[in-house]
C-alpha cells in the first residue's frame, strides 16, 4: 500500500466554484502534514501546513483527521491561477524529516 | 526571494557523461539537505538524506556509487550524477531544512534540475 494515496483528478471547476481534496495515509507515526502546490515543471511549494485544530488560510482550508489518517484542502471561490497540482505531504522524524508526497491532485479553473 | 538555490536549472548532456547539481541554502544554515527526484507524472521520490558532515543516507534502490552527495558545509550540498544514462533524465530538486530567523523548522526547495540525457 503506497504511503500517501490521492485522486490524481484531474478536477475541472469553473471560476468561483469549491473544490475539496482528500489524501489518507499509511504511516501511523508521521507527524506533520503539509499541502503544496506545484506547477508544470516546477519545484513543489508550501501551501499551508495542517493541524489536527484545522486551519484556514484566505481561501484555503485544511483539515486533519489522525484518527482516519486522512487530510483534506478546501479551497473556496477558485481563481484561474488556483490550476496546479496539489501535493498532500507528510513528514516524520523516523524517516529523518524527510518529506513524502503524494502524486498530487491536478485542478483546472476554467472561465 | 529563494532561500534555496540549486543550480544548474538545465543540464542536456551525452550518456556517460557526470553531471554535478549544486544546492545552496542562501540565509539560514540548514541542518539537513535532501534530494528528490521526480519523472514524469510521478511523486517526489526521496533520493537521499544529507547531513553535513557525515554519509549520505540513500534510500533502496538508489545507487550510491552513481549518485554522489557531498555536503561540506551547513549551506551547501552537491548531487553528481556520474556516467549518466537516458534513464536517469528526471528532475532533481534539492531541499533544505533549517529554521530563517526566528522561524519553525521547514524545509526549502530548490527550483529543481532539469537532466536530460541524450
Request: with cysteine.
Amino acid at each position: 500500500r503506497k504511503e500517501v494515496e490521492q485522486d490524481p483528478g484531474p478536477f475541472n471547476v469553473p471560476e468561483g466554484a469549491t473544490v475539496a481534496f482528500n489524501c489518507t495515509y499509511s504511516n501511523s507515526a508521521s507527524q506533520s502534514f503539509f499541502w503544496y502546490r506545484q506547477d508544470c515543471r516546477k519545484e513543489p511549494k508550501l501551501l499551508m501546513s495542517v493541524y489536527s485544530s484545522g486551519n484556514e488560510d484566505g481561501r484555503f482550508t485544511a483539515q486533519l483527521n489522525r484518527a482516519s489518517q486522512y487530510i483534506s484542502l478546501l479551497i473556496r471561490d477558485s481563481k484561474l491561477s488556483d490550476s496546479a497540482t496539489y501535493l498532500c505531504v507528510f513528514e516524520s522524524s523516523n524517516s529523518g524529516y524527510a518529506l513524502n508526497f503524494g502524486k498530487g491532485t491536478s485542478l483546472l479553473v476554467t472561465p | 526571494g529563494a532561500v534555496v538555490s540549486q543550480h544548474p536549472s538545465r543540464v542536456i548532456c551525452k550518456s556517460g557523461t557526470s553531471v554535478k547539481i549544486e544546492c545552496r541554502s542562501l540565509d539560514f544554515q540548514a541542518t539537513t539537505m535532501f534530494w528528490y527526484r521526480q519523472f514524469p507524472k510521478q511523486s517526489l521520490m526521496l533520493m537521499a538524506t544529507s547531513n553535513e558532515g557525515s554519509k549520505a543516507t540513500y534510500e533502496q534502490g538508489v545507487e550510491k556509487d552513481k549518485f554522489l552527495i557531498n555536503h561540506a558545509s551547513l549551506t551547501l550540498s552537491t548531487l553528481t550524477v556520474t556516467s549518466a544514462h537516458p534513464e536517469d533524465s528526471s528532475f532533481y530538486i534539492c531541499s533544505a531544512r533549517g529554521k530563517k530567523l526566528g522561524g519553525k523548522n521547514i524545509q526549502y526547495f530548490g527550483a529543481g534540475t532539469r537532466l536530460s540525457v541524450l
